[in-house]
């Protein structure tokens, strides 16, 4: 299967749960502040935010159950580039008060001045690594 029909799916299964979270517990779906309240909330507002996560790495094993000959790609940055990158995501995330769902998909979806603006600093940071890290300093 190629990968855009996977991107597609994934991206409507992420539309659903998102549509679903804001219709049945009037919350909004940033993965994030999910996480986090796994950490920190307990009984029935900490087992919806499990099964939430659980959620989202069933949906990321479906394509290898979907093919045989499917291959996720391999990250091309070292070990320590991942971690550094996934630490600064994780303060952005708390600088921003959310996240790429939480803003991008859903305060964009609710027109919201504050995820539209979050949103374009995220991106413009994104861009600008890429450019500093592929295209100066060659990593």
């Known amino acids: 299967m190629h990968p855009f029909i996977y991107a ?9 749960a998102a549509v679903m979270m804001m219709g049945l517990k009037g919350r909004i779906a940033g ?5 986090t309240g ?9 087992l919806w935010r499990v099964l939430f996560i659980v959620g989202i790495v069933i949906g990321g ?13 391999a990250p091309e940055a ?13 303060l952005g995330t708390g ?4 996240c790429t769902t939480g803003h991008g998909i859903c305060g964009i979806a609710r027109l919201s001045p504050r995820s539209v603006v979050a949103t374009c ?17 060659g990593v």
């Open 121 to 137: 600093i995220f991106m413009g940071a994104a861009f600008l690594s890429v450019y500093l890290l592929r295209h100066i300093l």
């Open 8 to 16: 597609t799916i994934g991206g409507a299964l992420l539309g659903i």
């Open 61 to 73: 094993a479906i394509p290898a159950l979907l093919s045989t000959d499917f291959r996720p790609p």
């Open 95 to 98: 600088l921003g008060s959310g």
């Open 78 to 90: 070292g070990t320590l580039l991942i971690i550094v990158g996934g630490l600064l995501v994780g």
């Open 38 to 46: 796994t950490l920190t909330e307990s009984g029935s507002e900490r």
């Open 31 to 35: 993965v994030s502040g999910i996480l």
